[in-house]
């Protein structure tokens, strides 16, 4: 049949074995040091091993190909498994960026008035100023020294740091580095969030992050869509409910409809709602 499936560019590939890590159906192995294909029907086509590579040797091509086989990967793992090649842990990249190695942070879960009118460009890129007061120019300091802080100030800090705790239930949680399937996804609700969000809404981790897994992206910057990322990963998960985080801009529209049809693309019938931020934080949707 003629699909999309991957292509290993063996002139760029420089053999760190980040993409064999990154491939949760074992379709790519190291061989005489470069990586390769192991078998059509091992590629699901979803493309988790595309930004694990460092020198970008790994794209998309459509050719003939089998048709990817669920039943030959699941046999495929369990023998790879079995004669001890890979574990349940996350396993450590060979080389390359050790920071997108998968893992669990929090193992607890069951099994405002209109903007003026922007005069060219995008308007979500426009440059406000949040207090209400015109943005002042930025001075140039004549040198970078930082003011002692008062020890009451931070003792309140800490205080204020101890009573908020860092709701982030796994790394990585960019939507195009989070795997398809993972522990950390069951019994959970999933957050997609846009990557503004959190800096906008200053009790974000607390009010949305607590008891879901997040996954950030940005639809402007981010190349693709996420819609086939997102439908695999509600379809092969146990998770509870979907929830949109975005901003008000336009360009955070792409997010939302992402996730919407996805939810649609998986099959599954699960709560899904969307949050909408202004950019001073208000919740306005």
């Known amino acids: 049949m003629l699909r999309k499936i991957i292509h290993i560019d063996e002139d760029k590939c420089t053999g760190c074995g980040l993409c064999v890590d990154a491939c949760h159906e074992g379709a790519i192995a190291m061989v005489d040091g470069k990586a390769r294909l192991v078998r059509d029907d091992y590629c699901d086509g979803l493309g988790d091993c595309l930004p694990a590579c460092p020198t970008d040797a790994i794209t998309f091509i459509e050719r003939e190909a089998a048709p990817y086989d669920e039943a030959a990967v699941a046999a495929h793992l369990a023998a790879r498994n079995n004669s001890g090649m ?13 920071g997108s190695a998968a893992r669990t942070l929090i193992d607890d879960a069951p099994k405002p008035a209109p ?23 930025a001075p140039v300091p004549a040198a970078r020294t930082a003011a002692p802080a008062a020890t009451g100030a931070t003792d309140a800090l800490s205080a204020v740091a101890a009573a908020l705790p860092n709701r982030l239930a796994q790394w990585p949680c960019q939507i195009k580095l989070v795997p398809v399937q993972a522990p950390y996804y069951q ?48 379809a092969a998960n146990d998770i509870t409910s979907v929830t949109v985080a975005r901003m008000e801009v336009p360009c955070c529209g792409g997010l939302e409809r992402a996730a919407a049809e996805a939810c649609a693309q998986s099959g599954k019938d699960i709560p899904f709602e969307v949050v909408t931020f202004a950019v001073n934080g208000d919740v306005i949707g």
């Open 86 to 98: 890979s574990s349940s842990a996350p396993a450590a990249p060979h080389g390359g960026c050790p």
């Open 187 to 234: 019994g959970r609700g999933l957050l997609i969030a846009a990557d503004c969000t959190a800096f906008a809404c200053a009790s974000f981790h607390e009010r949305f992050m607590s008891g879901n897994v997040t996954i950030i992206g940005c639809p402007k910057l981010d190349e693709g869509s996420y819609t086939d990322k997102l439908a695999a990963i509600i």
């Open 115 to 137: 903007s003026p009118a922007h005069h060219g460009g995008c308007p979500g890129s426009r440059s406000r100023s949040l207090d209400g007061a015109p943005a002042p120019a």
